[in-house]
């Protein structure tokens, strides 16, 4: 560390501060303190200080980008022959993904305003924001796979007690259950694999990880193992296949926060995945897990989106979608393009998250099937859904698009059937999006969309921003130096894409809606439909397999402590009383007899022990 | 003079409160009580200034003959080991005195039966002597037997003789592999050296360590010998149940470390690998066996087998990482076990029940208890070894010093560590979220609960805060062991 850094990056350590500290401040309102006045103070406070965050960032952003990335480290905990840090790394990517963060997050701040306006806990809602926050932003700026994980484990935590937010929902129960324990079997998983690493290696920094892993002194299994124990954390954290569960029953929390679950969350889980890709390297099977991974997700994600009658469960299946092809970018070794593909999706998707939340908020109805015409009453969150789910697919100018055809090209050259891949999940994508489009804000109005009007001005104010930020990503991408090969693909990718896209549109355009279809009479397609809409039956799968495993062992384990563990002690203790009971009979008063009993014992005991002693 | 201070105020001041003149209130003597454990948490927390970290050895050391004869002496001294076990004795003896507002039957024996218990705890944290060591290991048998069987539930009197049968089976075998290291050794002095390979054959160390192991595994209490704990918690009050879990329990960790480790190294070489794989089949035993657990109090109690089988694990790894770990886990064990009885006595306060089938949504802001539930989640998220708190840093510690000498009882472990989420998950989401109700069907117009004032939560917060202060700034407390934990480690050579 040199002593003339400037101030900004000196003080680096107090981003992810930041939201920890709107935490605490908000504690006195979320506690009931305060009881004369309302939530809002904890919610500005809150605001005031992402917004202090973002500032902070784009400041060290800006000086970075200029002289170049900074590592900052400070000694947190020696023991033995465990040195632990808590470590920043300032470089470009890691500062983009940190804005990313802390803009989202303040857009999503003053959508809460605006969407949690009646809520009774206001403050205990921007407490655990800004938990979320600070966690987030610690994940992407860490430069310790150990502090990856510390900061992993506490955004499971607060996922959890956001998804809980509404705890007395039946349905929220279960599904921050769900959520909290599909990410601990990852944590778990990734806590084996951080522990192994630290154990062989002894360093937890990744560039003293990845100088380690380039020597390549482990054996071929345990390199096996340790590659997917690191592939777990982020497969839950990013909700892949088998661990995709939870965010679509995440979605049951309070809209703001899925906003930032399917947009910035995931990223985090696939930037630690990022950082330990050299170290994945060592394991062909990991990274061929994580291949099969992304495919399965990329398109079984996007089928099962298809047949999703939730507003929200289309959309947290695209992501689950979209995750898929980042883990296959990953798995291929090519960063840039999971960068490109992750900001491009966290602005979109975020965008879309919105845009739905403004249905829900307006018309209190989460059915596609029970909505319409609402494109002319809320024309912002028409445009806003639009621009965001063109964004997403490879509409021609946007950022998706420049990913989408980055992608192509770069996978031409490497592995062409996962070329396939992304355009027949470019394609689903696309046709979901349409299908959803057309339920919600075409056609004609029904019942519950009828008096629908439009959003408040709270959350108005920053859709309209992030449909502008969505339009002018393909400039941000282009000014962004580490990308400035952007735009070197060549037509035919372009085409492909776009016609893949097109392809979409016109199969989600022909697609036949009537309100009878909703479940198809034809036992085929009834059969295939089900199979979607039940998420290929993985819930009921998990009840049968592990949850009913563990059950069973945990019932086992009881009746064996109940019954002869404690049966064992209780029958000794009887045996003990009914001994005595007839033993009190052979007393016969005679002092000879007493005495030759205790020598008995003594010399039996003393021949024992001699006989061990020597 | 400090260490024997750290006996004397209690005992005096259980004397006194049994010699005092008139008939005094509950509150009263709670406030005297309260008053002497104050002076003597302080006075643990003065040991801290003469105290060297650097050195390994015994400090302060305290001598005086006493039944010379018998090789019984008066001999305390502290070291890295002690220190934090001291310090949360004095801490959780206080708690446990500010927790008990409603004694109405006989208050001046249980305030003093609370002060014997926590002088002779700390006796036998300080003691420097075997049979010493010994004598106040017995000591505190007798009031804490008393403590549930006069002041406990329903089923006390099951609970506590099974409590007094057991543990005084664990006491004989103690005191039978003491007597026979005094055989062997000639001296009941324990700053005495290990035993060495030469001196005494690998079958009879192998004996006498086991006598010990098993005597201190009922105490711990390790699996198979732990169903004793699960009832007596169930019947103890909850400052009792503070106390059991917190430092009682630590007895028998303690003299894991200090006398099976310490005084047989080659033995407990031998032994380690056994020793792993019991450790894992308690964690895992303990953690399924929460899981079904439908009775709050039983699921926290099974849960402290479960997390007592990590410092098995760690010390038969005997690394220095691994004794750290275990020096840590007990420490962040007893906290964490004390805000979560605090917690569900407040609960079985308000709502006349500790069944999980019966309560629900108590985290209700207007009729149930936020506030304890919010500590709750705290409580159970520490436990479950989320980052920030102390049970992460005592469960990381231990599985990266455990890995390398026993990567599969190490995993298997991590698989408990997991379970501990699943069962404390299920405790939160069926008690405290969902719509509100206390008994069966009581779902339309639940009875309103008392709000719990803030001081009555005082304890709780105050140990969370503790619990969130150490997963943060882990050096406070590593670095008062470390020279310690090190000095007792297996393995001198460096690691790396």
């Known amino acids: 560390m040199t002593p003339e850094l400037s101030l900004p990056i000196q003080t680096a350590w107090l981003i992810p501060l930041y939201g920890f ?72 990517t890691n500062l983009v993904a940190l804005e990313l963060i802390t803009g989202l997050s303040l857009l999503s701040q003053v959508y809460s305003l605006g969407y949690m306006d009646k809520e009774w806990a206001l403050a205990r809602f921007f407490a655990l924001l800004g938990f979320f926050e600070g966690a987030m932003s610690g994940v992407v700026l860490s430069d310790s796979l150990f502090q990856s994980y510390f900061l992993l484990e506490m955004l499971t935590l607060s996922t959890y007690l956001l998804v809980g937010f509404w705890y007395a929902q039946p349905l929220v129960v279960t599904a921050a259950r769900d959520a909290f324990l599909t990410k601990r ?22 560039n003293d990880l990845y100088a ?30 088998p661990m995709h569960l939870w965010l679509d029953e995440a979605m049951e929390g309070p809209n703001p926060a899925s906003i930032l679950r399917n947009s910035v969350v995931v990223t985090c889980g696939a930037i630690v995945l990022l950082k330990v890709m050299p170290i994945l390297q060592l394991s062909p099977i990991a990274i061929g897990v994580m291949l099969v991974i992304g495919s399965i997700s990329a398109i079984g994600g996007s089928l099962v989106a298809l047949a999703q009658v939730d507003i929200k469960r289309t959309l947290s299946y695209s992501t689950t979608a979209h995750m898929g092809l980042v883990f296959i970018a990953i798995a291929l070794q090519i960063p840039v393009l999971a960068l490109l593909l992750l900001f491009t999706h966290a602005v979109s998707k975020a965008l879309l998250s919105m845009s739905i939340g403004g249905v829900i908020a307006s018309t209190n109805c989460q059915d596609i099937t029970e909505l319409g015409g609402l494109g002319s009453r809320m024309p912002a969150t028409t445009t806003a859904f639009l621009v965001g789910g063109a964004g997403l697919v490879g509409f021609l100018p946007l950022g998706g698009f420049l990913a989408l055809a980055q992608s192509i090209e770069l996978l031409s050259v490497r592995s062409v059937p996962f070329m396939a891949v992304f355009l027949l999940t470019n394609a689903l994508t696309a046709m979901g999006l349409v299908r959803v489009f057309r339920h919600v804000f075409m056609g ?9 009007a439009e959003v408040n001005w709270q959350m108005a104010f920053p859709m309209v921003a992030l449909t502008v930020i969505v339009l002018i990503t393909p400039l941000l991408l282009v000014r962004l130096e580490s990308l400035d090969g952007l735009l070197a693909f060549p037509l035919w990718a372009a085409a492909l894409v776009v016609g893949s896209g097109l392809l979409g549109l016109l199969a989600g355009a022909v697609l036949p809606l009537s309100k009878a279809w909703s479940r198809s009479l034809n036992p085929v397609l009834r059969w295939w439909q089900d199979l979607l809409a039940y998420d290929f039956y993985t819930e009921r799968f998990y009840r049968l397999t592990i949850v009913n495993v563990v059950a069973g062992f945990s019932r086992l384990a009881s009746w064996f402590d109940r019954n002869v563990v404690d049966g064992l002690l209780n029958g000794v203790a009887r045996f003990s009383l009914a001994s005595a009971d007839s033993l009190k009979l052979s007393v016969s008063g005679q002092s000879q007899s007493y005495v030759l009993t205790v020598l008995l014992a003594i010399v039996l005991f003393l021949t024992a022990v001699s006989w061990f002693l020597t | 003079m400090l260490l024997s201070l750290l006996l004397l105020i209690p005992f005096l001041g259980a004397l006194a409160l049994i010699l005092w003149p008139g008939s005094p209130s509950s509150a009263r003597l709670r406030d005297v009580s309260i008053v002497l454990l104050v002076v003597q948490c302080l006075a643990s927390f003065a040991l801290l200034l003469p105290f060297d ?157 086991g006598a010990l192991l098993i005597g201190f595994g009922i105490k711990i209490p390790l699996f198979p010998f732990h169903t004793w704990l699960p009832d007596a918690h169930t019947e103890a009050s909850t400052p009792v149940s503070v106390l059991l879990a917190g430092v009682l329990l630590k007895l028998g960790t303690y003299g894991l470390l200090r006398f099976c480790l310490g005084l047989f190294p080659d033995a407990w070489q031998v032994a380690a690998p056994w020793l792993a794989g019991w450790a894992a ?216």
């Open chain 1, 21 to 92: 500290i709107g935490m605490l401040v908000s504690l006195p309102w979320a506690c009931g303190w305060f009881r004369r006045d309302a939530h809002r103070p904890a919610a500005y406070l809150n605001i005031l200080l992402t917004l202090l965050a973002f500032a902070h960032g784009s400041l060290i952003l800006q000086e970075v980008y200029q002289s170049g990335p900074v590592d900052l480290a400070f000694p947190w905990l020696s023991v033995a022959d465990l040195e632990l840090n808590i470590s920043f790394s300032l470089s470009l």
């Open chain 1, 185 to 206: 079997v990852g944590d778990v998983l990734l806590l084996m694999g951080v522990v192994a690493l630290c154990s062989y290696s002894g360093v937890m920094g990744f």
């Open chain 1, 212 to 241: 380690w892993a380039a020597q390549d002194t482990l054996s071929p299994l345990a390199a096996t193992l340790l590659g997917l124990g690191l592939v777990a954390g982020p497969t839950g954290k990013c909700a892949q296949f």
């Open chain 1, 444 to 452: 004609d109005s029904l019942i519950k969309s009828r008096r629908a």
């Open chain 2, 53 to 209: 970290a650097a050195d390994a050895g015994l400090q302060l050391v305290e001598q005086a003959r006493w039944v010379h004869a018998i090789g019984l002496d008066y001999a305390l001294a502290l070291d890295g080991l002690s220190l934090p076990l001291v310090l949360m004795n004095g801490v959780l003896c206080l708690v446990a005195a500010i927790a008990s507002r409603t004694i109405e039957n006989r208050p001046r024996v249980y305030f003093a039966l609370l002060l014997v218990i926590s002088g002779a705890v700390n006796g036998a944290f300080l003691a420097q002597n075997l049979l010493l060591f010994f004598l106040f290991y017995e000591l505190e048998l007798i009031p804490l037997w008393m403590l549930i069987a006069v002041w406990g539930g329903a089923n006390r009197a099951y609970a506590a003789t099974k409590f007094l049968i057991v543990t005084a089976v664990s006491g004989v075998l103690i005191l039978g592999a003491f007597l026979g290291i005094a055989f062997v050794t000639g001296t009941m002095d324990f700053s005495l050296r290990p035993i060495l390979a030469g001196e005494l054959g690998m079958t009879p160390q192998l004996v006498l360590m």
């Open chain 2, 281 to 496: 089949i308690s964690v895992l035993y303990g953690s399924l066996a929460a899981i079904a657990q439908t009775d709050m109090k039983r699921m926290v109690a099974y849960s402290s087998v479960g997390h007592m089988g990590y410092v098995l694990l760690a010390a038969a790894a005997a690394t220095p990482l691994g004794l750290m770990g275990a020096l840590f886990q007990m420490v962040s064990h007893g906290l964490i076990s004390g805000v979560l009885f605090l917690v569900v006595g407040v609960v079985y306060a308000q709502t006349g029940t500790r069944d999980l089938n019966v309560l629900r949504g108590l985290l209700n802001p207007q009729r149930g208890l936020p506030l304890t539930g919010s500590l709750m989640i705290i409580g159970v998220m520490a436990s479950a070894g989320i980052p920030g708190m102390a049970g992460f840093i005592s469960e990381f510690l231990i599985f990266r010093g455990s890995l390398q000498p026993f990567p599969l009882a190490t995993l298997l472990s991590m698989v408990g560590s997991g379970l501990t989420a699943v069962y404390f998950l299920l405790l939160v989401n069926r008690a405290f979220f969902g719509r509100l109700a206390i008994a069966p069907g009581e779902v339309v117009n639940p009875r309103i609960l008392n709000r719990v004032a803030l001081r009555e939560q005082a304890p709780a917060i105050a140990l969370s805060l503790v619990v969130l202060v150490l997963g943060l700034a882990p050096e406070l407390l590593s670095n008062l062991s470390e020279a310690a934990t090190t000095g007792l480690s297996l393995i001198t050579g460096d690691l790396s």
